[in-house]
């Protein structure tokens, strides 16, 4: 889709890109070839310079330059080109007060491989690994994940993100991850129910009672996260790719869902439900 994108260059509004598309202009070669009645001669220098550069970027496999210049509910363009580079990212901490809590878990998802990074384990090794990759997709992580990863480690996590939260919301679907979940027909079986909250409550037990099934309940529900995270992804793609000329020719398929390496403990959900909330 970025090949067929002019809305990152100046002056370029996704109006006028339409535009373009109706007039034939579909594509970069597209303007190459043929430029454009619609422009000025001075927007069309710009376009020209600026689609340049686009394809030098592009061939260099360097999304920030993309990232950089679109809108948040714009960033769905950058997905099938970077795809390879992704990482899908979601975190769990102890509370939403960045000075004051910390992080528990972090789940890790590259399309191929689950890496999961538990707090008094391996969750220094989360930066070197994060590091590999040039472009996150989140749920929220602009305001949450990412600015709580950077002041926990004292790092810059700089990739291109996508931002789920945005591109969705463009689309009408609200009500957080679980809320855009359920509305797009994912279920999460036994953790159907269980949310951030019900986390800070199985790390709880985790911790006061050496209870390995709570750890690994949150570990499952912290990886259903990443995993939903690219099938909302590739949802989103389609349906933004419906409102444009490309809606048939650049769809996606849905991605096959990975085996979950941690199983929900049942007994344990319904203990600490039954606890209440003080828990």
């Not at 979940?181 to 911790?207: K, P």
């Not at 949150?218 to 909302?232: F, G, H, K, P």
């Not at 650049?250 to 039954?274: K, M, V």
Request: aromatic share 12%; glycine share 10%.
């Amino acid at each position: 889709m970025l090949k067929n994108t002019f809305c990152h260059v100046p002056g370029i509004s996704l109006n006028l890109e339409r535009s373009l598309w109706e007039s034939g202009i579909l594509n970069w070669d597209g303007f190459f070839n043929s430029g454009s009645s619609l422009l000025s001669a001075a927007r069309i220098r710009t376009l020209d310079e600026q689609l340049r550069v686009s394809r030098d970027h592009l061939d260099k496999g360097e999304p920030g330059f993309f990232s950089s210049r679109l809108a948040a509910k714009e960033q769905w363009r950058l997905f099938p080109e970077f795809r390879h580079g992704v990482a899908y990212l979601d975190i769990e901490t102890t509370g939403l007060s960045r000075d004051a809590d910390v992080i528990t878990t972090i789940a890790l998802y590259d399309g191929q491989n689950i890496r999961t990074f538990v707090q008094g384990e391996n969750l220094d090794d989360f930066p070197a690994e994060i590091a590999k990759y040039r472009m996150l997709v989140t749920y929220n992580g602009k305001s949450f994940d990412v600015p709580f990863i950077e002041r926990f480690f004292g790092i810059s996590l700089a990739q291109a993100h996508i931002d789920l939260r945005y591109v969705l919301h463009s689309l009408g679907f609200r009500g957080g991850l679980k809320g855009c979940e359920r509305q797009l027909g994912l279920s999460r079986g036994e953790l159907d129910g269980v949310d951030g909250s019900f986390a800070v409550r199985l790390w709880n037990d985790y911790q006061r009672r050496g209870n390995r099934a709570a750890l690994e309940t949150l570990l499952a529900y912290n990886i259903e996260d990443v995993i939903n995270l690219e099938a909302l992804m590739v949802e989103a793609y389609n349906r933004k790719l419906a409102e444009t000329p490309f809606g048939q020719s650049h769809a996606l398929s849905l991605p096959a869902r990975p085996a979950i390496p941690f199983s929900a403990d049942p007994g344990t959900i319904r203990r600490l439900r039954g606890l209440g909330g003080w828990y």
